[in-house]
């Protein structure tokens, strides 16, 4: 029979350590994790200091004005026209603002200086009731048809407007026409007649 095995003894002094082993191949990348929520944003920050003011820029070209060479003219003294069949101007002395402009010695015929488009506008006003024609006669020989007001009725007041095309050295006067007879426009410092042209362009 074996005997009865004895007490264990005491340990023995470690050993020294060995050699590093090789190091293993680099494992794969893992996955990409999730991509974080965004972080809150910052708060806004202070303005910057407002910059210098940049030089002027170059003045641009004079503007020319549309209503240069325009024209009044007026009839506040008064008058008596003896009315031609074939038209009798009306002569306008008073208040006159040329501007380019140039009028006879008569007053009635008035020269333009520059060619453009004209808004022109009239009235006559008359003591009595009568069926006279009205227009404006262009260069002494044709009436301008938008000038011509031939009333229906017997009437003391003459009144338009129209626009034309007018050329430099064309001439304009205002005239009564068609009716043979005697015309009083009013006077007394009251606007017998006025004549005004405005050049739009």
């Keep these: 029979m074996n005997g009865v095995t004895g007490a264990t003894g005491l340990s023995g002094v470690t050993g020294a350590t060995g050699l590093n082993g090789v190091t293993g191949a680099t494992g794969l990348n893992g996955a ?15 303005n910057g200091v407002t910059g210098a003011t940049g030089l002027n820029g170059v003045t641009g070209a004079t503007g020319t004005s549309a209503t240069s060479n325009s024209m009044y003219a007026s ?32 007053n009635t015929t008035f020269t333009v200086p520059v060619s453009g488009l004209y808004y022109v506008t009239y009235n006559l006003n008359t003591t009595a009731s009568l069926l006279s024609n009205t227009r ?19 009437v003391t007041q003459f009144n338009n407007s129209f626009m034309v095309n ?22 007394g410092g009251a606007t ?10």
């Design 32 to 46: 990409t994790g999730a991509t974080g929520v965004n972080g809150v944003t910052g708060a806004t920050g202070v």
């Design 75 to 106: 009839n506040t003294s008064g008058a008596t026209i003896v009315v031609l069949l074939g038209g009798t101007s009306v002569a306008l002395p008073n208040n006159q603002i040329l501007d380019g402009f140039t009028v006879d010695g008569s």
């Design 136 to 154: 404006v006669l262009l260069n002494g020989s044709t009436q301008i048809p938008g000038s011509v007001l031939s009333p229906a009725l017997a």
């Design 166 to 187: 007018l050329t430099a050295g064309n001439t304009l006067q205002l005239q009564f026409f068609g009716v043979v007879g005697t015309v009083v426009i009013v006077g």
């Design 192 to 201: 017998g007649a006025a004549f005004n042209i405005i050049r739009l362009s």
